[in-house]
């Protein structure tokens, strides 16, 4: 128990000072409150992300709808060979229900040809925009957010050590300067 207390600085040695024991305690307060709170910490943020995604992908879902567009012109062929799939902008036609026909430009797989039809997207104004989020990337968003939030905190209290780590250095180094002040006239005087 007394090597454990040592090497944490907190052992009884006569050159340990005042500022060393508070920062060793400091230290372990710190440890203490990440060991505590980094779990709440990725439980909350998991909760958090949980209840705002479903709902935010819902809501997207809730005005969007999926329609069929037909493509007005050929999509180049890519000289790309490191892209798996390669997409261009297209000009497209798609009826809007209730509204009628509407012409944009959507993406569409490089090499299509003028007439073939593609799924899309659509806002309540019947303009293109990106699929609703899946469940997976949902899951793999929820999943990012728990394991971050403990790693924000862990950042949080290495600074916050840092910090005080500074504050006590100066201190100690003005509690030496102050100590030399005394000592050195007398040191002085035994020299010569």
């Known amino acids: 128990m007394a090597s454990l207390a040592r090497r944490m600085g907190l052992g009884h ?12 305690w400091i230290r372990i307060a710190l440890v203490l409150a990440f ?12 909760h958090w992300a949980e209840s705002v995604a479903p709902s ?3 809501a997207r ?8 567009a037909t493509l007005l012109h050929d999509v180049p062929n890519s000289s790309d060979y490191l892209a798996p799939v390669s997409l261009g902008w297209v000009k497209a036609r798609w ?12 993406e569409a797989p490089s090499g299509s040809q003028a007439g073939s039809t593609m799924q899309v997207w659509l ?14 990337q ?8 728990a394991v971050l939030a403990p790693v924000v905190l862990a950042l949080i209290l290495l600074a916050l050590m840092a910090l005080f780590a500074r504050i006590l250095e100066r201190r100690r180094l003005a509690s030496w300067e102050q100590a030399w002040s005394a000592v050195e006239p007398q040191w002085s005087r035994r020299r010569r």
């Not at 060991?35 to 998991?46: F, M, S, Y």
């Open 35 to 46: 060991v505590i709170a980094a779990p709440l910490a990725g439980w909350g943020a998991a």
């Open 61 to 68: 879902l809730a005005g969007e709808h999926r329609v069929t």
């Open 13 to 24: 040695s006569p050159l340990r000072r005042g500022t060393d024991r508070v920062e060793a």
């Open 95 to 106: 009826v809007v229900p209730g509204s009628g026909a509407r012409t944009g430009y959507i």
């Open 123 to 136: 806002d309540p104004a019947g303009i293109v925009t990106a699929p609703p989020v899946p469940p997976s």
């Open 56 to 58: 935010a992908a819902h």
């Open 138 to 145: 949902i899951r793999d968003w929820v999943f990012l957010m």
